[in-house]
Structures are given as structure tokens and as C-alpha cells.
């Protein structure tokens, strides 16, 4: 009867010893990892092991899954009125990850953490772009109506390649009509005494 009292006994401290008001929980650690990176980085799940204790002050290996907060894209063209993307990171996916977590103070005092020497099983590329989706002036790779916004763009330009060819036809006509007045105006001056053509200028 002793023997399992005491068996209890030390299961429930190891138990109490293991969740003690120094370990930081899961939620502090979820905010304060999201601010640290600014919400690029998001702690989806975390598992940590003591590693050194001076006071209130704790060292823990870290380890668990991560996932950026948004949706990563990467130019991939650039036209006039328009930028081509394409999608390189997807805001859902799971990435592994390890690192050294510090952490300061208590349950009653609140706690202050730090990740570092962070590793990742795999590194997110491209960066977020707001309103990427709604913006005109981004078009999205393989995207909702990509096909649609293309043929419109080239639309677009053959509209404006008209345009510009009929301006220049029209530059070329009012040149050719200035050249035809201005012969006609020196024919306006007739001929001198010695029946050379007379001009404005003499």
C-alpha cells in the first residue's frame, strides 16, 4: 500500500514539476513567435525541452511546425501598365522546424520570449503583396481569368498600335500638305527682271 502511495506520489510531482509556472504556454508562445517575425512567420504546433534554468530565466529546445501568414509571389514580367506574378509559397503549407527558445518570467508576471538559430526544413521564397488579387495592375500566373486579362492586354496594345500608326500617317500627310503650300506660296512671287523665280526671301 506504501509502495504505490509513494509510486503516486512521485508521478504526480514529476507531473507538477514538468508544467510549472516558469514554462511559457502555448498561446504566448504562438503571439509572441507571430510578432517576432511580423506575421510572416506563423507557430502552428510546438514542442519544448528544458534545457537550462537561472531563476526565471529558462532555455528550451524547440521544435514543431510552422506556415507563413500569407501567400508568397515572385515577379516573373513586367509590362507597361502591368506586372506578371506568379504564386511561389503557399500561405498553408507546413514547414518543420528547430530552434533555441529563451524565455523570462512567470505565469504571474507574463513571460518574454525569443526564438533564434531558427532552422527550417524547407525556406519560403517570394514575398507578400497586398490586395494582390484586387490590384489591376498584377496578374497572376495561372490565376482566376489570367487567359481573359492577357487577350485583354494584347487587345489593349493592338488598339494603341492603330492609334499611333494612324497618328503617324497623319504627321506624314500634314508634312507633305506643308510642302505643297509652301511651293505654292514662292510660285505666288512670280519672276524677276532677269526671269529667275522670285521667293519671299528675295
Partial sequence: MNGKFLCGLLVSLLISGCGDDNTPTEKVLKEQFSNQF???????????????????????????????????????????????????????????FSATL????????????IFSSLQMSETPKGN????VE??????????????????????EYARKKSKLNELNNDIAKVKTNILVINKEIDECWGKGEDGKTQSRYF
Avoid: C
Fill in 38 to 96: 511580423h506575421g510572416r512567420l506563423i507557430l502552428d504546433s510546438i514542442d519544448i525541452k528544458e534545457t537550462s534554468v537561472d531563476g526565471n530565466k529558462r532555455t528550451y529546445a524547440a521544435d514543431g511546425l510552422l506556415s507563413t501568414g500569407y501567400d508568397l509571389y515572385t515577379p516573373v514580367a513586367s509590362l507597361t501598365d502591368y506586372i506578371v506574378v506568379q504564386k511561389s509559397w503557399d500561405k498553408g503549407k507546413d514547414i518543420k
Fill in 102 to 113: 529563451n524565455s523570462l518570467g512567470n505565469k504571474d508576471t507574463g513571460w518574454k520570449t
Fill in 128 to 131: 507578400p503583396i497586398p490586395n
Fill in 134 to 155: 484586387t490590384d489591376g495592375k498584377y496578374i497572376i500566373m495561372d490565376g482566376a481569368g489570367f487567359d481573359d486579362k492577357i487577350n485583354a492586354i494584347k487587345d
